[in-house]
């Protein structure tokens, strides 16, 4: 395993890490997340990804349990939480990002999860409703605390995580460390353009999430076959029409040629692709099968057969670089 820091900080991430979204709590039963868990952690993957909003609090009941039975040593791993979507009871102040709720949500996942304390803690999206300011004291409140160790954002544009650093500055607390935005090859705008400014200058660490675009960069659902997969989940039709998608899977139909060319899987070369990018600080994967997760782990391998050649077949391919704004 190679490990990266999450951005500027001194904080070591596994470039692979795993995370629990629709998995642990929904589609898979507790022991196949324990599998997983148990095969990524021996595999040196050191950061799993949680949020209050997964399973409505489920994932991470699930992922405590998993870590306490392994007795793993705290200093070992990095688990996350994300606030803003809330559990199973939504309503006034049990969800956004409130000093209520920000503070409420964190002691329910330290509970849900049986720690003391989250190595990172995720502001899931931004709150028009909350005034950025009140936000930042709450995060800076759970990091005097100690309650949570670094804290971040996921899907805020540059501009709302620039005011959040600008607050932070002003009143001297801590800023955020890293977001956790979508990256694979059809989604790259956030990465590859609006925040490159955060990378130069604020030396901003990533998360990135669906990085096989939810399956689709497996190559998987050419034959549109949807059995056993997460786009037969109840209420994920949205993400059925995302993902068949014509032009998207004509491009997939391609990529998988490529990687076919090059002796690898298309899941391998889509999170190789992504590992490559230095502003990538970690790739969290997604299995709901063990044998899933065995080849995704060995992406690292890839890595090297991404040559520009390569790179420059793949942009032919998928043609969706970003124009990117000069500073
Ligand atoms: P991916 O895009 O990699 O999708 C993972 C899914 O793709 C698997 O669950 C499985 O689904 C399928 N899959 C994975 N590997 C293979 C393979 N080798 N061959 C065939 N199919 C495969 O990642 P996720 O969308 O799961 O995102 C990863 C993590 O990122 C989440 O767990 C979560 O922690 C985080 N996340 C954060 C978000 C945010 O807003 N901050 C939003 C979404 C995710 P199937 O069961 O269908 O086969």
Redesign the pocket.
């Known amino acids: 395993m190679e490990y990266r820091r999450l951005g500027k900080s001194g904080l070591q991430v596994s470039a692979l890490s795993?995370?629990?979204?629709?998995?642990f709590g929904q589609?898979i039963s507790d022991k196949t997340a324990d599998e997983l868990m148990g095969m990524a952690y021996d595999a040196g993957v050191n950061f799993f990804?949680?949020?209050e909003g997964?399973a409505a609090g489920k994932s991470e009941i699930v992922m405590g349990k998993i870590l306490k039975a392994h007795k793993w040593e705290r200093e070992s791993f990095v688990v996350s939480s994300?606030v803003f979507f809330g559990t199973e009871n939504k309503g006034p102040n049990r969800v956004g990002l409130s000093r209520k709720h920000v503070i409420e949500a964190c002691n329910g996942a330290l509970s849900r999860l049986q720690a003391d304390y989250l190595d990172l803690y995720?502001c899931?999206?931004p709150d028009k409703n909350t005034p950025i300011e009140e936000t930042v004291w709450a995060m800076n409140t759970l990091l005097q605390q100690g309650k949570i160790l670094y804290w971040g954002t996921?899907?805020w544009s540059a501009a709302e995580i620039m005011e959040a650093i600008r607050v932070a500055r002003q009143y001297n607390l801590i800023g955020p460390t890293m977001e956790?935005?979508?990256y694979?090859l059809m989604e790259r705008n956030k990465l590859e353009n609006e925040y490159l400014l955060l990378f130069k200058e604020y030396g901003l660490g990533t998360t990135?999430?669906?990085?096989?675009?939810?399956?689709?960069?497996?190559g998987?659902y050419t034959a549109k076959k949807t059995a056993?997969?997460?786009?037969e989940l109840k209420g994920m039709e949205w993400l059925k029409d995302a993902v068949l998608n014509e032009d998207k899977l004509k491009k997939a139909q391609e990529l998988q040629k490529l990687a076919d060319k090059l002796n690898t899987?298309l899941?391998?070369l889509s999170?190789a692709w992504c590992l490559k990018n230095p502003n990538v600080s970690t790739v969290?994967?997604?299995?709901?099968?063990p044998?899933?997760?065995k080849?995704?782990l060995t992406a690292l391998e890839v890595v090297p057969l991404l040559t520009d050649e390569v790179m420059g077949k793949i942009e032919d391919i998928v043609q969706t670089r970003p124009k990117i704004v000069q500073f």
């Open positions: 795993l995370g629990s979204w629709l998995t589609q990804d949680n949020a997964y994300k995720f899931h999206r996921s899907e956790q935005p979508q694979n990135i999430w669906s990085p096989l675009a939810s399956g689709l960069l497996s998987k056993d997969t997460r786009l899987s899941a391998k999170l969290i994967l997604g299995a709901s099968k044998d899933q997760l080849e995704n």
